[in-house]
């Protein structure tokens, strides 16, 4: 049974530039989430992603953008990269739109320099 | 104020003492409620669901008091694997769908 699945790992980009991030649910699973975590942090919730559709989403500029592809799996598109973007981002996995029993990818580690 | 606060310790409990955290949030609307647990550099695990008449599993229990806007975890006989953040989540419908975690609670068992 696959469990949640990130790419990539680790990821180093510049200021300005615009980076994509890839998640794929649990096996079973039709609903994806995504989260912020800085250093010491809790996760902050960005978005999450149901039926393709964005259905809810945190206090994130628009720069954080989505997408959900048939199969469930999703993407995390930032914009106009800052250093403050420099975080674990986090995809989470459920089922139905809720955010019950959420399952956790081991995360993408992005760095802004 | 933040949505969800929680004291971020250390707890430094001896193996086998008993540990006890809560978690309180500004939300009065809030609807569900739960516990996760992250060890370091890796992602959270849900440890539990909390229930409106409080619930068990096996050395855990939950507590939720909504009159004074809490949720709140025991550990029972700790063990040395119980170290870790423990990230409290709550969600609400009302004005808007929110899900906030807290910052974490760290804990540390020692021999």
């Known amino acids: 049974d696959a469990g949640v699945t990130q790419s990539p790992t680790h990821l180093i980009k510049t200021r300005g530039q615009q980076v994509t991030l890839r998640c794929s649910p649990k096996?079973?699973?039709?609903?994806v989430s995504w989260y912020q975590q800085a250093l010491g942090q809790g996760p902050q919730f960005i978005f999450q992603y149901y039926e393709e559709e964005e259905r809810q989403r945190g206090n994130f500029p628009d720069r954080f953008s989505g997408h959900q592809f048939p199969n469930y799996s999703s993407e995390l598109n930032v914009n106009a990269l800052l250093l403050g973007d420099s975080a674990l981002y986090l995809c989470?996995?459920?089922?139905?739109?809720?955010?019950?029993?959420?399952?956790f990818g081991p995360g993408t580690r992005l760095t802004v320099t | 104020r933040k949505e969800v606060e929680q004291d971020p310790g250390p707890f430094n409990v001896p193996e086998g003492a008993t540990v006890a955290f809560n978690c309180t949030y500004s939300n009065s609307a809030s609807q569900s409620f739960f516990w996760y647990r992250q060890d370091c550099r890796k992602e959270p695990k849900l440890l539990m669901s909390?229930?409106?008449s409080g619930n068990e599993d096996g050395r855990f229990t939950a507590q939720l008091n909504r009159a004074s806007q809490y949720i709140s975890l025991l550990i029972r006989d700790s063990k040395l694997s119980d170290s870790a953040t423990y990230l409290c989540v709550v969600t609400a419908l009302d004005p808007d769908y929110k899900l906030s975690f807290g910052a974490g609670t760290t804990v540390t068992v020692r021999a």
């Open positions: 909390v229930y409106s």
């Open positions: 096996s079973g699973h039709d609903t």
């Open positions: 989470a996995s459920s089922l139905g739109g809720g955010t019950y029993e959420q399952y």
